[in-house]
């Protein structure tokens, strides 16, 4: 079982900008690709970002291209999901989850991921 967890959350002003990280402390991680999803009240989950583990690919929400940026640190064993000119609708719980297989065109389907993080809160406002 491999473990994600997630940092970086926060409250920021609309306008802001704020860099999300996902780990998985204490073991050697290679999935296929790592994601970032959200959810906000009363939302179902939807896909942010995707990254390949070999950082040669990566995906973006049409939401959020041009705005986020999703790069990974494989000597660390991490993936980051930075987050400028958020708005508000940018606020909602942000989640890290990790495929060991899979296919990038798939990447924004939950169902890919066999790995989740517990989420950490983003909430944008004046």
């Known amino acids: 079982q491999v473990r994600l967890v997630e940092s970086g959350g926060g409250l920021v002003q609309p306008g802001g900008s704020l860099r999300l990280s996902c780990a998985a402390p204490?073991?050697?991680?290679?999935?296929?690709?790592v994601g970032w999803f959200r959810q906000a009240p009363g939302k179902e989950r939807e896909f942010v970002a995707a990254i390949t583990w070999s950082g040669r690919n990566t995906a973006y929400a049409d939401s959020v291209k041009g705005r986020f940026t999703i790069s990974g640190d494989n000597a660390k064993n991490t993936v980051s999901l930075q987050m400028n000119s958020l708005n508000t609708e940018d606020t909602a719980v942000y989640y890290c989850?990790?495929?060991?297989?899979?296919?990038?065109?798939?990447?924004?389907?939950?169902?890919?991921?066999?790995?989740w993080g517990q989420g950490t809160q983003v909430t944008v406002s004046s």
């Open positions: 989850a990790a495929a060991r297989s899979g296919w990038l065109s798939n990447a924004k389907s939950p169902t890919m991921y066999d790995y």
């Open positions: 204490g073991r050697t991680f290679s999935p296929y690709a």
